[in-house]
């Protein structure tokens, strides 16, 4: 086990609020801890973003929000964890553009400021390495590549769009196994979406070979292996970004996510 | 308020229980009392459709289901309401293909027989028709025209498919209102999930005059109208259809929905 891998999530936070963390992402850390994207927005937009959760729960699961204004992550989730600092950094929107990259967010942070926390599939990735089924971003210590697609979501007020989709490699007779794996984790994005050459095209996904992602790092499609995808949390920051709603909007910079202090099998339900 | 309208849900029941229930749908009937498809299963492929519902719970709200084998309609939903007489009719499939109609269904329930019972949007429009936006299907006295679409479901299993949506024709000016209108009723498929010839396209439905739909009624489409699409609740029974399981499924006549007790505020939430 490497040192990194030994890090508790609050040991990763304390990293990111004292700009110590230098990893390129958080996949692979802290084994069977689950980890959080982050979107903030005026209050004023708070109803139309749940609902636009609850109707599209598979790439948007919300797993809790702060109350307005007040940074502190819900104890639930995390202890002793600010919103402002404790990702490894942030992107700031400004009108639906990306402005800048940011470590920490303290100005950008106001009174009227509700953070959402939205499931992550690196949360089952435990699991499927468990299973012998390491994703091939991991085992290349890389970010999961993720993908827009034209796969819409169901508008929610003020919000709309597309569903964004990470991705991971595996044999075709793995398939059903990976699936099986997946599904529990509902507060994750669970089971895939879509796989194969079928599945990358009902989603609009070009990129067939995984070199050329949208965000996050290239990865590595083997012989004999088809892509399959997974609900992504990206999506809603996206979602807000289409909206056209105006004013300053911050998310966690893809693949750099929220480390959480609640396990995978928190996220889980049984079947 | 003619007599259909004053009948109580209970009525409405033992009409179809006794086999007096003639009209051609539910549509209208007892103005605020929400009403439910209905899709019956066995046992084995319970946790998958449960799933199917929580990932895709536009299409798919699930209000509540039976013990296995016990025909009993959950008290939260309509007292002394059995659902193998209770709807005005049923449709037979055998691996996955109609087979006949019929107004009960006491032969087909079996010791591992659950019945799910799925939102519709029936439930809301009683609000529409307070605030003047009676949907042109009740004003004729029709079923609502529903549509299949290429809107794919987020797999579940066994389960997949697409998504089948109602339409109702509204002015584009009238679009806001309707939308804010039906947003509460999150478990009776809330807030329409595409419009106009856009929405159209993006969910491949080429009957852009309401004539000829997939399932329910033609409606009529007036100048300076334009379609209006809903997540409908025939979803669930296309999606079991399609996904290949063997043996025998029942599931509500589509438009000819199980009356429930429960009141079309009871599903709304607040904003």
Request: hydrophobic share 35%; aromatic share 8%; net charge neutral.
């Amino acid at each position: 086990m490497s040192i990194s891998q030994a890090l508790t999530p609050h040991d990763v936070r304390i990293q990111c609020r004292t700009k110590t963390f230098t990893a390129p992402s958080t996949a692979g850390l802290c084994p069977g801890y689950s980890q959080a994207n982050v979107i903030i927005l005026p209050n004023k937009f708070a109803a139309d973003f749940r609902l636009l959760c609850a109707r599209n729960p598979v790439s948007c699961p919300l797993l809790g929000e702060t109350k307005p204004g007040n940074p502190q992550v819900p104890k639930a989730l995390a202890t002793d964890s600010d919103v402002r600092s404790d990702c490894p950094s942030y992107n700031i929107y400004r009108d639906g553009v990306f402005v800048q990259q940011k470590e920490s967010i303290e100005k950008e942070w106001r009174d009227d400021s509700v953070a959402f926390f939205i499931g992550c599939s690196y949360s089952f990735e435990a699991a499927l390495a468990k299973n012998g089924l390491t994703p091939r971003h991991v085992q290349l210590g890389r970010a999961v590549p993720m993908y827009k697609t034209k796969y819409r979501l169901c508008p929610a007020g003020v919000f709309g769009g597309h569903m964004v989709v990470s991705m991971r490699p595996y044999r075709l007779a793995d398939l059903e196994r990976v699936r099986n794996i997946t599904r529990p984790f509902v507060k994750t994005h669970g089971e895939p979406v879509a796989w194969g050459p079928e599945g990358a095209k009902s989603l609009g996904i070009t990129d067939l070979d995984g070199t050329n992602p949208d965000f996050g790092d290239p990865t590595e499609i083997q012989d004999g292996e088809i892509a399959v995808y997974f609900g992504c949390g990206v999506t809603p920051q996206l979602s807000v970004m289409d909206s056209g709603i105006s004013g300053e909007v911050v998310g966690h910079t893809p693949g750099r996510m929220l480390m959480l202090d609640i396990k995978d099998e928190d996220v889980c339900v049984s079947f």
